[in-house]
């Protein structure tokens, strides 16, 4: 039977050991202590992971984002830019019409914005004299078209318009004035010789609605005291007022005499240069002008 250790020496050797034994277990929990991290940490630590997880994902999604709107605007540019280029010519059209008639109001040319374009007013004359007004109304789109008009029906407007409205406004709206006083100026020039100067007249003025066709017998006298001429008037170009054929015969079957041919040659040439009334204006004061 093993003694028991009573003796000092078995207590020292006991106890030694015991010892021993506690300071190994302190130290043991001392490294688990050490290897574990604290409670705050690990915390901390879990928060940055998922942050940087979400920074990528942000970054992810924004790249992503990119590259759609990058693909639909290269699908609509085209698209676009065409609709920016029409809009910007219709806005320059608006603002040419605008300068032109800030600019020509003094040649009868003027006119206001509506909510589809623009209504242009031709205001005629001749000779000093205001005559007829006229209107047309533009509609500022692509293309421009006209939307409403009083020219009459025997100016080239649609003509005009084909070559003109789209590409020089400006030179459409010109040519029609061009056409309109010329038309106005032949008329009035035919209304005056029937309502002023009536007694030189041996017959009624016969004239076309266009004005360019004009034929009457008259004399160089009031109330017919000379003989009478037979005067035909022909305006080929429809921009002038005056007329570009001119004859001029004796009714009658006696030959003329030499003065005679004369005063009708020199009619002939004051038609071609002068107005019907300044032509009448001068048989009245009886000038009898020979060229």
């Avoid at 609709?83 to 003027?110: H, I, M, P």
Wanted: hydrophobic share 40%; aromatic share 8%; glycine share 4%.
């Amino acid at each position: 039977m093993e003694a028991a250790h009573t003796g000092p020496e078995g207590e020292a050797a006991g106890g030694v050991l015991a010892h021993l034994e506690r300071l190994e277990i302190q130290m043991h929990r001392s490294q688990e202590h050490r290897e574990e991290p604290p409670q705050a940490e690990v915390e901390d630590d879990t928060l940055e992971a998922k942050v940087q997880k979400l920074r990528v994902l942000r970054d992810q999604l924004r790249a992503e984002v990119k590259r759609r709107q990058a693909n639909v605007e290269a699908s609509l540019e085209p698209d676009q830019a065409l609709e920016a280029s029409k809009q910007e010519d219709l806005e320059a059209k608006r603002e040419n019409l605008k300068a032109l008639l800030q600019a020509y109001w003094f040649t009868g040319l003027s006119g206001k914005l509506t909510s589809r374009g623009v209504c242009i007013c031709i205001n005629t004359a001749f000779e000093g004299h205001l005559l007829e007004s006229y209107f047309v109304d533009l509609v500022i789109q692509k293309p421009v078209q006209i939307h409403h008009h009083s020219v009459p029906a025997f100016i080239p407007l649609q003509e005009l318009a084909a070559k003109y409205l789209q590409t020089d406004i400006q030179h459409f709206l010109f040519s029609l004035c061009e056409y309109l006083n010329a038309y106005a100026g032949r008329k009035y020039q035919a209304d005056r010789l029937q309502s002023d100067f009536a007694s030189f007249l041996a017959g009624p003025l016969q004239r076309n609605p266009q004005c360019n066709l004009l034929s009457f017998t008259y004399t160089a006298e009031p109330a017919g005291r000379s003989f009478p001429f037979c005067a035909r008037l022909l305006y080929k170009d429809l921009t002038v007022s005056l007329p570009t054929d001119v004859a001029v015969t004796y009714q009658g079957t006696d030959a003329l005499s030499t003065s005679r041919e004369e005063q009708r040659v020199s009619h002939e040439r004051l038609f071609r240069t002068e107005s019907l009334q300044k032509v009448f204006a001068s048989f009245a004061r009886g000038e009898q002008l020979v060229f």
